[in-house]
């Protein structure tokens, strides 16, 4: 029997069920490879310095907050100043955190289709019968996992200095952590689709301008609410939707502070970069269904992609 007929049979090695094993395999390849590549080191090395500088910002901060503490007299405007300080710092390490995934993903896939296929790498796999989606999704899975727990592992660690060194930690921590793991996925998928039509150049310089478009929209967003400006905030929230991942991180900054009121609160919901709101289940779900179209284009353009 072919290879085309064996894929096409639906009890044969080209099965559904013969196609996930299939991509289980490709799934832990990939990881495998991944943790070859010299990108890791890089990454991992400065996530460590961004943690050691984050680790010392956090402590004088504390520390000098501590002694305005002792030595100011209580003001007239009722304001948390540990919950200040301890949710801003810990927003810039989430703005961080997502940078760093974002450069994490963009690499992990960098020519999975088309730099893959160039180099001669795709063939050997597509002349068994194994099926262009299955190798595609296959790959983003793998990628996508890889960076979302690496933005949960240094939220976490991000987190924990900021508790050591202030006693503050996130009223949501939870649903904060996912959100940001979930903006990662996003992206991730993002780049999988870039990558069925660009080289590995093009591919990154698209992905991470796409990145740079996101948060710029955030901070248009900003400055509409500052300015009030319902033409500002309508194009924040039109763009924030064609790029979910800084609609999930806005999402994620709100569940910093989701429980904290008054004055503090209101201060905490201007940002930092790119303000916070609540947009509930249904950016989660539009998420969710935003990966599975580009990933369906990706698999649809891979198909047709003379290789």
Do not use: K, N
Request: charge should be negative.
């Amino acid at each position: 029997m072919s290879a085309a007929s064996r894929q096409a049979a639906p009890g044969g090695d080209g099965g559904i069920g013969a196609q996930a094993r299939l991509g289980s395999v490709i799934a832990r390849y990939a990881v495998r490879e991944s943790l070859r590549r010299r990108v890791l080191p890089v990454v991992g090395a400065l996530t460590a310095a961004f943690l050691v500088f984050y680790a010392l910002g956090a402590h004088f901060a504390f520390r000098e907050l501590g002694e305005l503490e002792t030595t100011s007299p209580s003001g007239f405007v009722d304001i948390d100043d540990r919950a200040l300080a301890g949710a801003t710092l810990t927003g810039l390490a989430m703005f961080a955190t997502l940078f760093l995934g974002a450069v994490l993903a963009t690499f992990l896939t960098l020519g999975v289709v088309r730099g893959d296929s160039e180099t001669g790498l795709l063939q050997p796999l597509l002349a068994r019968p194994v099926a262009r989606g299955t190798i595609l999704v296959a790959r983003a899975i793998a990628a996508a996992a890889i960076a979302a727990a690496y933005v949960l592992a240094v939220f976490a660690v991000s987190v924990a200095i900021t508790h050591l060194t202030g006693d503050y930690t996130p009223d949501q921590l939870l649903t904060a952590g996912l959100q940001l793991a979930a903006a990662v996925v996003v992206i991730t998928c993002i780049s999988v689709l870039v990558s069925v039509f660009t080289s590995s150049t093009a591919q990154g310089i698209t992905v991470l301008m796409l990145f740079g478009a996101g948060l710029t929209a955030g901070l248009l967003g900003q400055i509409g609410d500052a300015l009030e400006s319902a033409t500002l905030i309508d194009i924040s929230e039109w763009m924030s939707w064609m790029l979910p991942f800084e609609a999930l991180y806005q999402d994620a900054l709100y569940a910093l502070t989701a429980e904290t009121s008054g004055v503090t609160g209101f201060l905490l919901s201007l940002g930092p970069f790119g303000g916070a709101r609540d947009t509930g289940i249904v950016l989660d779900l539009f998420a969710l269904l935003y990966c599975a179209g580009l990933l369906g284009l990706a698999t649809a353009a891979f198909m047709r992609r003379d290789l």
